[in-house]
Each structure stands twice: as C-alpha cells, then as structure tokens.
C-alpha cells in the first residue's frame, strides 16, 4: 500500500518569468532553471516526484505531487527583487539570465562573470518552498497566461 501523500497545497514551486522575453526564450530558461533546481538541491524526496501509470501499465515517471504555478513578472528588477528575497531567506532556487543564452557553456559563464549583478537581465527565477512563505513575497505576481 502506498505511503499517504503530504498535502498538496503545504509546498510548490513557483516560476516567476519575464514579459518582455520572448515566450521560445522564456520556456528555454524555464526548463534550465527548473532541471538545476530538481537536480541540485538534494530535496527530490521533499519535493514528492510521482510515478504515473496508465491502464496499458506505460509509466509516466517523475511528475511533481505539488503545485507547479508560473507568474509573470514586468521586468528584470522585479525578478532581482524575487531573488534577493530567496537568498535572504535560504530558499531553494534557480534563476537565468540574458548571459545564459549564446555560445557554448563556457562562453556563457565566461559574459556572466565579467557582468556585474545589477545589469543582469534576468529571465525568470524559479523556486520550491512553503506555500505560505512564497506566497508572502510573490502574491502581488499574476499568472503567466
């Protein structure tokens, strides 16, 4: 018999992505910030990944039992804003940023590094936490739609 699950709505993760990207850009940086976050953290456990199944017994693995919401963000700043606030409360994390996009891996670490942090522009933030402690510094966001 399977474990009893946590309640749903106690944890989520929350994207809060730029406008003014363009959406192929946005859902590229979504995927990098959401993969780092999953894969470094050390909290797969804590973030409760699924398994699905469907009646000809194919496997759907690794689906999340919480909550996924995207935000939308005006701007840059307000992204920078997000990310002061998680660094500030120890949050799990990942962000992305304009220097992120061309050339190799290398040459992308390389136009990061020699930018200071203030004109980054960041694409998006994504994190994982309690419900009620994102809610408190990302409610005045609305759904990316």
Do not use: W
Request: aromatic share 8%.
């Amino acid at each position: 018999m399977p474990l009893p699950l946590p309640d749903e709505n106690s944890k989520r993760f929350i994207a809060v992505l730029n406008k003014k990207i363009e959406v192929g850009r946005l859902m590229n940086a979504l995927g990098h910030m959401t993969a780092g976050l999953a894969g470094k953290t050390g909290a797969a456990d804590e973030m409760c990944f699924l398994r699905y199944e469907d009646q000809d017994g194919g496997v759907h693995p690794h689906i999340s039992h919480f909550p996924f919401i995207v935000l939308k963000a005006d701007n840059s700043n307000q992204i920078r804003t997000v990310r002061a606030e998680c660094l500030k409360r120890g949050l799990a994390f990942g962000d992305f940023t304009g220097t992120m996009t061309v050339g190799t891996s290398q040459e992308q670490q390389e136009r990061t590094r020699a930018t200071r942090e203030a004109e980054l522009e960041y694409y998006g933030i994504v994190m994982f936490g309690e419900t009620g402690e994102l809610k408190e510094f990302t409610r005045k966001f609305s759904l990316f739609l």
